[in-house]
């Protein structure tokens, strides 16, 4: 995963994963967890859903697992004093995940599996999730399904959204977000039908303050100093499109009527006993 | 918007209609309802979310309006017994409302926009709905903003969304839901931009028995005895086109998985004092 992670871990990526919290972004499980469940957070990023989910599980705890020691020490520093339930560790979740069978009874991801470029990726990433949940626990994913722009004649909907997709696809010019799929996921790792609960949320950015934040984020990604434009010129994106996507990304800040939503898909499936 | 309302009064219609709840459609407005707002539901159909409305406004009032006789008896019908504040009236948005300026606190909409086919009609059913609210009061809108079909090869993402864009554009070929763009109506009507508030809900359709009921209730639209087939033939789509979107209709009901999500776009703007 570390070479297929590859949008890097500068400022403006990781700034915009530590705004991400239970509320924002695992609302959908949590009607679902027990105060004494032992959580996995798969790709934890910064930790802020990892240490929100330890403050709802008193009596468990909460392991948040991330490829990149630097992010870990992020979110290790971030924990709140006095609470005592929650670790970090380095782990690669297409390696193996270093855990036992049946060893946790939530394992929750979001946003992993926009970086598995390939179906064989996601497969194999789903299944180690499956494989260290207990019989009776849960495997939750909230995965981006799609990213809009509005007006909808926006031109970041090709040159933002498009581009994205084929580099988190590893060049393939007709990719696409991997949430609209995470169903048929569940069900090929032996998931019944009726045991995967299938719902979708979003994220908003608008107003002149939203649109800012989102867009200048984007537009620090693609200088030319960052991974992320990196990983653009990797996949045979050119500078020029690259100068016209930042172009419409402060187009669309400046216009009072625009705004984006992140599609998610929020998937459940309940582990057999 | 009689003659606008191309989709038609059949039970394959309403009664989609009718699975509306103030908390599946309108939860995005519940938190800014004061107990005595005098609320006005435009476009009401069979009233489930107009009666939701009049038992969180104790000592206010409700009104919903329709431009269909039918769908007003059905709403009349179904309020439950001991429920008074609230009231029934047959009116047409793009003829003017039947009240005076300044009338209501709430005036709020769901899915009216969609069958207002051109832009001068989205503007005027708006400036009418911003003309009966009182200063201080709110406009909310909660409109489709896009139909998606999973998985993202799914074929109804061009036959059935792409077709109901047509027959709700009048027959523009590229025309799509007004979701998106209702944040720059708001602003034409003169709110600013600081009093417009944006946010996206989503319905899901999934599951075995999520899917048949939304696919069924389609194909049965699209059969041929349905005014909602009528609206499609009228825009030129051929019988041999119907037949393939309620074969791609079945085909989709029986993919275990497969589901959709209609993306809403909630809206808001407070009147200024």
Known sequence: MSTN????????????HAARTIHSDAAFVLP?????????????GPGTITTGFATIVPQ???????ISDEVLATARSSVPAGLSNIFFQRANLLEGLPFLDDNFSVVFSSQVFPHLATA???TAALKEMRRVTRPGGLVATREVAEMLFYPRASSLNELL??????????????GWFPGGEMPALF??????????????????????????????????RLSRSDPYYESWKRVGISDEEIDRTVEALNVWMGDPDAWCVVLQAEVWGRVRH
Chains 1, 2 share one sequence.
């Open 187 to 220: 069900r090929q790792l032996g998931f019944k039908p009726d045991e995967i609960n299938v719902g979708a949320g979003t994220t908003v950015h608008s107003g002149e303050e939203g649109r800012r934040a989102f867009g200048a984020g984007y537009g620090a």
């Open 32 to 44: 679902l967890i027990d105060p004494a469940d032992r959580i996995l957070d798969v790709g934890c």
């Open 5 to 16: 992670y590859t949008q890097g871990y500068s400022k403006a990526t990781t700034s915009s």
């Open 120 to 122: 064989e990726m996601r």
């Open 161 to 174: 959204t498009g581009n994205m997709n084929k580099v988190l696809r590893a060049g393939q010019k007709d």
């Open 60 to 66: 468990g705890e909460v392991v948040g697992i991330d």
